[in-house]
């Protein structure tokens, strides 16, 4: 990413913080909506304690732009059928809670945030939803064990 969309996205998340967990909701909403068939797999999750998850994975991706967040060689592992969902899910609730501020710029930045982090974005939303694979990623993310 460049300078300017690294900022764009770094700052539009610090304003999306303090409304992390209306965030969170909007995002599973949203999610569900766009793929209801993941429904079944949260049936027995703490949606509370997954928002707080996906909210943390993407604080920490966000924060450290410009480290290496993730790796082709993981891709192997998530299915990319949900990949391009979870890109629409967590751009739609970034637009529902920044509202005026999600300029088609802040978009954009966002996109390109997405597109070389999916893999790991659907991982995290996904946590230990998903299949045995994705725990130690999301737990990897999340800085939780090894």
Request: glycine letters at 10%; proline letters at 5%.
């Amino acid at each position: 990413m460049n300078p300017e969309s690294k900022a764009l996205v770094q700052e539009s998340w610090e304003h999306v913080l303090p409304s992390a967990g209306t965030f969170a909701d909007l995002f599973f909403d949203r999610l569900l909506d766009l793929d209801p068939q993941l429904g079944r797999l949260f049936r027995a999750t703490d949606m509370d304690e997954q928002g707080r998850r996906v909210v943390r994975a993407i604080t920490t991706a966000v924060r450290g732009l410009g480290d290496e967040w993730h790796s082709s060689s993981r891709s192997a592992f998530v299915p990319p059928a949900g990949r391009p969902v979870v890109t629409e899910a967590l751009l739609d609730s970034l637009a529902g809670v920044l509202r005026e501020e999600f300029t088609p710029r802040v978009k954009g930045a966002w996109k390109e945030f997405c597109s070389g982090r999916a893999t790991d974005l659907r991982a995290a939303a996904l946590g230990d939803t998903g299949t045995s694979r994705v725990v130690p990623l999301a737990r990897r993310l999340l800085g939780i064990g090894g």
